[in-house]
């Protein structure tokens, strides 16, 4: 790619997060972060100026980032007290409350190296990482329950692209992975944002699709996989578009190609496999499958990483319970490339997924104004985390079941088994 190429494709995906992914308002502070890091990794700067160049021209108050540096984060796990290690800088939180109070926005860009921490031992690990969950979640709550815009979106990163590339050189990979990012957000077209309105409007009308059918059950099958999971009654379908509280829309995750729901947290029979690797704090978990009876994981099982899986299931009571049911079409233009980004924002949107943990109150109807311990009575969960994992495949079936035990396709072969106009 030519440096004038690579210098015109960072300013097109800088305006497609303000735009499309943050729809920024007029007079907004926004927030650049990536609470998984403790600040946005260093190497993110050229995307960092540009974003911030145009949230400015598109009449941004401020912009404020918070940056980190995993390398320092692995000398804190290899040097520090596990006190310190377990301890998440408080004054990032602070920071960035107080721009979501004042009404602001909230942009992450992620670029971890899933391989960080992989020589850490794992229960060093799991203390951390319960630290890290208990010390941000006022940020999730508000983000989770879309009190401000908010949106997701990656750079690519020396240490994590050589892993989506093996095969290439250092200098390479990193650059494949830039083209990569590009081509899924939709970038490399000639206008990315009719793009990405086109590509809305085909996700919500699937949406609006199964909205209306109020399916009670779905039974999902393939190799290793044979599961059945409650949806609640009154749970709504999202897609790439939602509404914050502050009257602004806004496109979550870029890249996006899913449609998601509120599973039963009590409501999840049987086993399922995991289709591909789930990075997670700074390792690789691999070939792994839970076992669910009365909504609740009973069994772990994991070719890498159990230890941490089950320790991450351990965090809390809803941590061992679904909070989301996403769908998402083999042909996918992720799925479609043949190769793993271990990295959830992209991976999940590779295949279909699940999450254990928080659900989002925004997916069933009247949520919003319901406590957790009436959303818990509707069948919403409650948790600290919310890790997805995928579990489709071109081998995935699913099936939609209604109140009266009517059994209506919804996916085969990992495909749309209906149609939408």
């Known amino acids: 790619m030519l440096a004038s190429e690579f210098s015109e494709n960072l300013k097109k995906y800088a305006d497609l997060i303000i735009h499309v992914g943050l729809n920024l308002g007029k007079g907004q502070r926004l927030a650049i972060i990536n609470l998984s890091t403790a600040g946005v990794q260093l ?15 598109a009449g941004a108050e401020d912009v404020e980032v918070f940056w980190g540096d995993e390398a320092i984060n692995l000398l804190r796990y290899e040097n520090a007290s596990e006190k310190v290690i377990a ?53 999730l709550e508000k983000t989770g329950s879309n009190t401000v815009n908010w949106c997701v979106t990656s750079a690519s990163s020396p240490d994590w692209a050589p892993r989506v590339f093996p095969l290439a050189s250092p200098e390479e990979a ?55 999971v409650g949806l609640p009654k009154g749970h709504l379908w999202g ?38 690797p789930l990075p997670y704090g700074g390792i690789t978990i691999e070939d792994f499958s839970l076992t669910f009876e009365n909504g609740r994981v009973v069994k772990v099982n994991a070719k890498k990483g159990e230890k941490v899986l089950q320790n991450l299931i351990d965090t809390d009571e809803g941590a061992a319970r679904l909070g989301e049911a996403a769908l998402v079409p083999h042909n996918s233009p992720i799925a479609q490339r043949g190769h793993l980004f271990y990295n959830p924002l992209i991976d999940e949107n590779a295949a279909c997924h699940l999450a254990i943990g928080k659900a989002y109150p925004f997916t069933l109807k009247g949520g919003d104004s ?40 919804v996916m085969r072969d990992g495909l749309w088994a209906f149609d939408v106009y």
């Open 87 to 139: 301890r998440y800088p408080s004054w990032q939180v602070k920071g960035i409350m107080d721009i979501i109070e004042s009404g602001g926005a909230v942009l992450t860009i992620r670029s971890n190296n899933p391989d960080l921490l992989g020589n850490i031992d794992p229960d060093l690990l799991s203390k951390a990482q319960a630290a890290y969950w208990e010390a941000v979640n006022p940020i």
């Open 43 to 57: 190497h993110a700067a050229p995307l960092v100026r540009e974003i911030t160049c145009s949230a400015f021209q």
């Open 174 to 228: 990193y650059e494949n992975l830039w083209q990569a990012i590009f081509q899924i957000t939709r970038v490399d077209q000639p206008d990315p944002g009719a793009a990405w309105e086109a590509h809305i409007k085909e996700l919500e009308s699937r949406s609006q699709y199964l909205e209306a059918k109020q399916y009670a059950k779905f039974h999902y099958q393939a190799p290793g996989t044979d599961l059945t």
């Open 239 to 276: 897609s790439a578009r939602d509404l914050a509280k502050n009257g602004i829309d806004f496109v979550a995750n870029l890249p996006t190609e899913e449609i998601f729901t509120l599973p039963h947290r009590e409501q999840a029979e049987g086993i399922v496999r995991a289709t591909l």
């Open 370 to 409: 319901l406590s957790k311990e009436e959303f818990a009575e509707h069948g919403g969960n409650n948790s600290l985390i919310h890790i997805d994992f995928m579990i489709g495949s071109n081998e995935m079936d699913i099936d939609g079941i209604t109140e009266d035990g009517t059994v209506e396709p």
